[in-house]
Every structure is written in structure tokens, then in C-alpha cells.
């Protein structure tokens, strides 16, 4: 099993299609209802991608670079190690006052 693709690109994928009510979904279920989908409203997802964008001053250098902001760039080549970062770095600050 390639657990660096489990936990690194499958799982942030799922988290973010849940947190911003993407993921596919089936009858009766209704996205509305999700407590967890809070970046499904467009501003909240660009205040959160700045938040992101404005972490980059507090990642240590010996990463390359910080993730690049996600509202704008996450569907254009997001690398694993920034899903990485971004998840599992800055996930447990950033989304701690967003999820419920």
C-alpha cells in the first residue's frame, strides 16, 4: 500500500472536498446541511487561501517554499509536500476557528 499517497494527496483531497462541499454526493443528501462544509462560501475560501499566503514569513526555509495560496492555486499542480504543509503544518492553526 502507498501510504505517502494516502496521506498526503488522497486524504487532503477528501478533507477539502468535505470543508468546501465539492465532494460528490448522493440523494437525500443535502450539502446545506453539512456543518463542516465552511469554505463552500467564496469569501470565506479566499480569506482563508490570503491566511495561507500570509503563513509563508513562518515555514522554515528548509521546506522550499510555502504552499502557494489555495484558493487560487490548488487545482493548478498543488505538489504533495505542499498539501503536506498546508494540511498537516498549518491545517491544526488555520482551521481550528473555521471547522466546527
Known amino acids: 500500500m502507498d501510504l505517502m499517497h494516502l496521506s498526503v494527496l488522497n486524504d487532503p483531497d477528501l478533507l477539502l472536498g468535505l470543508w468546501r462541499g465539492t465532494i460528490k454526493k448522493y440523494e437525500p443528501d443535502d450539502i446545506s446541511t453539512w456543518d463542516w462544509a465552511v469554505l ?16 509563508v514569513p513562518f515555514i522554515p526555509s528548509s521546506f522550499g517554499h510555502a504552499p502557494w495560496n489555495p484558493a487560487e492555486k490548488i487545482n493548478l499542480g498543488y505538489k504533495a509536500w505542499e498539501y503536506q504543509i498546508y494540511i498537516y503544518g498549518l491545517g491544526p492553526t488555520l482551521f481550528r476557528h473555521v471547522l466546527p
Open 40 to 55: 463552500k462560501n467564496p469569501r470565506v475560501w479566499k480569506a482563508h487561501g490570503h491566511t495561507v499566503a500570509a503563513a
